[in-house]
Every structure is written in C-alpha cells, then in structure tokens.
Nanobody
Framework: QVQLVESGGGSVQSGGSQRLSCTTS????????MGWFRQSPGKGREVVAL???????SYADSVKGRFTISRDNAKNALYLQMDSLKPEDTAAYYC???????????????????WGQGTQVTVSS
C-alpha cells in the first residue's frame, strides 16, 4: 500500500521561508516522478515542482528561483524548500507520485496516482 504523508505547513510572513516534507512508503516503481502540487480556494490543482528518478526537475514559472525540490532516498522523503514566499503562494500543498512512462515528466494532476492528504501554507503580507 502506497502512502504519502506531508508535513511542514503553517503560517509565515511574506518574504519568509518554509520547508515541506513528504515521507513515502510502499512505493517501489523504478521509473517514477514525484512532485508538489497546490490548490487554493476556487482554483484548480496546479503543479509546483517535479522531480523524477533521473534527478530531472521542473518548476512552475511562478516559483522558479524561489522553490527547490529535493529528495533523500535513504529516508524515502521528498522536500520542497520555499524561499521568498509571497501571499499568492498561500494554498494547500500536496505531495504526489506517478509512474514515469516516457522521458517526459507528467505535469497534469490527473497523471498522478498517489496523493498525500495535503498541508496548508498561509503567507501573510
């Protein structure tokens, strides 16, 4: 049984930093892609950052240069370091995992089979 569990959300002031963690269990696919998505009220779930088994990363334009995705294979953990946070980064953040079927990273939320429960990040101005 695959489980993804996020932690690290909370409230932070604009310009501050926060790190999200996602611990995984039961996920044994060789070719995979993991990522962070976010969703704010009234909006669809959008991709934030992706990282695949080859170490290839992809970021949404809105977070490039501010957010960094990384993993620790020994701990079965995925991280999202968020710096220079803005009020528009306020959202529920979700960790997700997918099998990678091609050299391209899956970027749509409906391509991901496994999801965490989400963690709220609130950035105040």
């Amino acid at each position: 049984q695959v489980q993804l569990v996020e932690s690290g959300g909370g409230s932070v002031q604009s310009g501050g930093s926060q790190r999200l963690s996602c611990t995984t269990s039961g996920y044994t696919y060789k070719n995979y892609c993991m990522g962070w998505f976010r969703q704010s009220p009234g909006k669809g779930r959008e991709v934030v950052a992706l990282l695949d088994d080859r170490g290839i990363t992809s970021y949404a334009d809105s977070v490039k240069g501010r957010f960094t995705i990384s993993r620790d294979n020994a701990k079965n953990a995925l991280y999202l370091q968020m710096d220079s946070l803005k009020p528009e980064d306020t959202a529920a953040y979700y960790c997700a995992a997918s099998v990678r079927y091609s050299y391209l990273l899956p970027t749509r939320s409906n391509e991901y089979n496994y999801w965490g429960q989400g963690t709220q990040v609130t950035v105040s101005s």
